[in-house]
């Protein structure tokens, strides 16, 4: 085998190693033998160039988009343009067999352009819908302007790549359905890491009639922990020692934290920021039950939430939001299904969860159970995955 054909470029608009998927990624391709950098964002404190567990973050002076959707565009398009010269003058030096860029933006694929001139192979790795983010984020319907430009976009970075990589099932149809050929695209699930996500024994008792619950992730509107705050408020009564922690960063935070006060609900709710990756587990396995509270829309209907696969993997029971990806690999066996926004059934959910704790801890394993074996990073995704980009390199 070539020597360039084991070196691999990921670029990704996040921070790394916090950011899980391309952390998962890069770590399984180290595993398999390949030299990995990856182009990112420099958060406070890190350093530019820095070796992390043997994979190479190189990161770059910008920050993550917020605000309105021109401010959005000119944060992707300033890491854009200096992801650009970077994976560049990389490849000039290190000769990449394979560049991938995990969205968003789509358009950073683009950046790959130097290397694919040059003979490199390049995946898309599409983690999220985005004309379908970008209409539930500003308000618009699919046909607006802005959407069928993202739309377009979407289809130009298909086009450019060698392979997509989507998430789950129906992201995959819809992607079909949209004119990307069924056999450029590969399902690579976004499956907890098994190094960190894992049962700790039995589960944490209610003695003293303490109930314990979790919701994590971004703190954006669209994942519904303020529905999770209301559902509290409506169960301090009858479980007076219930306590929610959420756990997490985003722009939702001030007013999740504005919501705790107006409620009066600061000895049952605790926001504790973000947690590396290291601690997440740790943090989960401490709580009875958890929850995935995303609001239902053109975009989430598509999302099979990461934190539910985390509360499957730890062995948390799990109150999640009926939506068609989330029935796509869960029956009501394994979850306790609720109404999307609405605190009062989210309240009883989690009520009939506390009142029946080996019932609980028997749908957690019939969830494992159905989804590890199938669906498990290190059964199935890892391997996929490696095998991918390997045949791309070779």
């Not at 992390?52 to 398009?77: F, K, M, S």
């Not at 049962?199 to 669209?222: A, F």
């Not at 396995?285 to 696969?309: C, Y």
Request: with cysteine; glycine share 8%; net charge positive.
């Amino acid at each position: 085998m070539r020597e360039t054909s084991r070196r691999i470029c990921i670029i990704r608009h996040s921070y790394y190693p916090a950011d899980d998927r391309p952390r998962r990624e890069a770590e399984a391709l180290r595993d398999a033998g390949f030299e990995v950098d990856v182009v990112c964002l420099k958060g406070p404190g890190e350093k530019t160039v820095e070796t992390v567990d043997n994979v190479r973050a190189i990161r770059l002076p910008a920050r993550r988009p917020q605000g309105r959707q021109t401010r959005y565009l000119a944060d992707y398009a300033a890491f854009f343009t200096g992801a650009s010269a970077v994976v560049a003058a990389l490849h000039a030096k290190r000769r990449y067999a394979v560049v991938q860029a995990n969205t968003l933006p789509d358009f950073l694929v683009f950046a790959a352009a130097v290397p694919k001139l040059s003979g490199a192979k390049v995946i898309l790795d599409l983690h999220e819908l985005t004309p379908e983010l970008y209409a539930t984020k500003f308000g618009f319907g699919m046909r607006h302007p802005l959407v069928r430009m993202v739309a377009g976009v979407e289809q130009l970075a298909a086009g450019f790549a060698d392979a997509v990589i989507t998430v789950s099932e129906l992201p995959r149809r819809a992607l079909v359905a949209r004119g990307i050929p069924s056999e450029k695209l590969t399902i690579v699930m976004n499956s907890p890491d098994q190094r960190y996500f894992f049962r700790r024994g039995k589960p944490p008792s209610q003695e003293g009639g303490e109930l314990r619950v979790i919701s994590h992730g971004t703190l954006v509107e669209r994942y519904g922990f303020d529905t999770a705050i209301r559902a509290i408020d409506l169960l301090r009564d009858r479980f007076p020692r219930i306590n929610l922690t959420i756990m997490g960063e985003g722009e939702f935070s001030p007013t999740l934290n504005d919501l705790v006060r107006e409620l009066g609900l600061q000895e049952h709710v605790q926001l504790i920021g973000f947690r590396p990756l290291e601690e997440v587990a740790d943090v989960i396995s401490r709580a009875h039950i958890g929850i995935a509270a995303n609001r239902i829309d053109r975009f989430t209907r598509f999302i099979l939430p990461t934190k539910l696969l985390e509360y499957v993997m730890v062995g948390v029971p799990a109150v999640v939001s009926r939506s068609p990806t989330v029935l796509e690999y869960f029956d009501e066996s394994c979850v306790k299904f609720t109404r999307s926004d609405d605190p009062e059934d989210l309240a009883r959910g989690i009520a009939e969860l506390a009142i029946d704790p080996v019932g609980a801890a028997a749908m957690a394993e019939r969830a494992a159970k159905r989804y590890l074996p199938v669906y498990g990073w290190e059964q199935r995704m890892k391997g996929r995955y490696v095998g991918l980009v390997a045949d791309l390199a070779g």
